[in-house]
């Protein structure tokens, strides 16, 4: 009787733990960067920071061991490789670091589901659509059946096959991109959702012919804010899983730049309806797009600061941004500054200038040390279209060693110039404060930024930006196109109205 009944128990334990589903296995791959091709810069492999494994859930915190979404799949975390926006990436490199993502991916096969983490805006010499050939690779290995969810920086581009072996595929809806964890972790739990469910049943892809800088777009100004809120009402209807607007990216020349509306779910009709009432609700408002903020000269800029008692006021150095693609070391503002006699003696208005890459003054000043005098040429390494190296004469205030970029602080006249050893952005009040430099007590600062980061934002007296010259030129008609479709807006001011018509996209199967 005892070995009767032992026997049940342990067959029913059995057909329990039999009908216990296992986790999905879920694996995670990506690389992101952002390239202007109008830019001499190039990207290579030690400018990508690789996470490996287990390293990547740092890149997700909702994905921390203790998250609900950790606990709903077995995780898979391949390799994501992403660089500060550059020139275009060597195609060394590209195939280096792809290479190692496909070798990874095989090791963890097979997977139930994938999500791709890129920014869309990448290029590589000698090859059209990078993203698009990457998930290509992908696909060559995970297979056509697998569910992959694709999220993406509103500023990357959307080529067809992309949008086409992307099963779910998202982007951002905050420029600056307070929300990237967000539609990250969107992208994932609709990608967890649909592994039961299925693929959904219908894509829709817009084209739209507009290429607008991302100055001029952002969401926390007209009409971007208004754009950007319609998103999400037209995901609440049943039959549609998610939509999104593509900006792209206008310093980069190949036929996906350009904006892409796409929406997706299981009803052809309410998908439609979402991405063409997007789509010309953007081309509605086309122009009424504006700098975010008051955009003039240099010159003007400057004048402007200079009379004004708010502090700090922020005049962006919006040719050179490096965190859009710019070198990062182009000398034309800081020669133009070095001109004007306002910050010529040391008791004039204090300007910091945030920053320029000079690795032969770095090593002179840590000869000298603080209170020594330096005289060397910086800048212009990479990208001397504009203007010359220019030399910086002055007495370093202040050294930061570090094993990567050395930064120091030169001060020339009013003028405290942070030169680094390799390009860098400053985009937090903590990277002037490392410096000593009391950002908010400063009188100007200028940075090489477009529009400026949540911090320095929050930080500003007052702000300007300025058309200054380099990589990411925001007057795109002087840009030399030849790449992107004709007619786009807004370079081709007599253009007739599109049609906005949705595209059904294949499903990758
Ligand atoms: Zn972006």
């Known amino acids: 009787m005892k070995r009767a009944l ?59 061991e203790d998250s609900t979404l950790r606990q709903q799949a077995e995780w898979l975390p391949v390799m994501m490789s992403s660089a500060t926006p550059g ?24 997977y139930d589901a994938l999500f791709l983490d890129i920014h869309g805006a990448m290029s590589v010499e000698g090859l059209e659509d990078p993203e698009g050939d990457f998930i290509a690779r992908v696909r060559g290995v995970v297979g056509r059946d697998v569910i992959i969810s694709t999220c993406m920086d509103l500023h990357g581009c959307v080529s067809k096959p992309l949008a086409q072996m992307s099963d779910l595929i998202t982007c951002y809806r905050m420029a600056p991109h307070e929300d990237r964890y967000i539609s990250k972790k969107r992208a994932v739990v609709n990608l967890l959702d649909r592994i039961d469910k299925g693929k959904p049943k219908y894509k829709a892809w817009v ?30 209807s049943e039959g549609v899983i998610d939509a999104a607007i593509w900006i792209s990216y206008a310093w980069a020349d ?55 008692d708010k502090r700090p006021y922020f005049v962006s150095d919006m040719g050179d941004n490096p965190t859009a693609g710019g070198a990062g070391d182009v000398t034309w503002t800081l020669t133009e500054l070095l001109k004007r006699p306002e910050f010529k003696k040391p008791n004039g208005k204090r300007l910091i200038y945030a920053s320029i890459p000079g690795p032969a003054l770095v090593e002179q000043a840590l000869k000298v040390g603080v209170g020594g005098k330096v005289r060397e040429k910086v800048g212009a390494m990479v990208d001397n279209r504009y203007a010359e ?30 030169v680094t050893q390799t390009r860098r952005p400053y985009h937090y009040e903590r990277d002037f404060d490392a410096l000593g ?30 058309q200054t010259r380099g990589g990411v030129d925001q007057e795109l008609e002087k840009l030399p196109y030849r790449g992107i479709h004709r007619p786009m807006y807004p370079l081709d001011p007599q253009m007739s109205a599109p049609s906005l018509k949705a595209e059904m996209i294949d499903i990758c199967q």
């Open 6 to 64: 032992f026997l049940m128990i342990t067959a029913l334990l059995f057909v329990v733990g039999c009908t216990e589903k296992p986790k999905p296995r879920v694996g995670v791959v990506g690389i992101a960067i952002e390239c202007s091709t109008f830019s001499p810069a190039r990207t290579s492999k030690d400018m990508f920071r690789v996470f490996r494994g287990d390293e990547m859930y740092r890149l997700y915190p909702f994905l921390s």
């Open 207 to 236: 084209y739209v012919p507009i290429l607008l800088p991302g100055e001029k777009t952002s969401t926390r100004v007209e009409p971007g804010a208004s754009l950007y809120a319609a998103i999400e009402p037209l995901t609440q």
């Open 437 to 466: 430099l009391n950002p908010r007590e400063a009188d100007i600062i200028v940075v090489k930024l477009g529009y400026l980061t949540e911090e320095l934002y929050a930080m500003r007296g007052d702000w300007m930006m300025a």
């Open 254 to 308: 190949e036929p996906r730049n350009h904006a892409v509306v796409m929406a997706y779910g299981d009803s052809e009709q309410e998908v439609v309806a979402a991405a063409q009432s997007l789509a010309k609700r953007f081309w509605d408002v086309r122009d009424e797009f504006e700098f975010v903020a008051p955009t003039a000269s240099l010159e003007e800029c400057l004048t402007a600061a200079l009379k004004s």
């Open 389 to 418: 190296p220019v030399e910086l004469s002055g007495v370093v205030e202040t050294i930061v060693e570090s094993e990567d970029n050395t930064k120091v602080v030169v001060r020339v006249g009013s003028m405290q110039v942070i």
């Open 87 to 110: 020139g275009m990436v060597t195609s060394e490199a590209y195939e280096e670091l792809v290479d190692e993502t496909i070798e990874r991916l095989k090791e963890g096969m097979p």
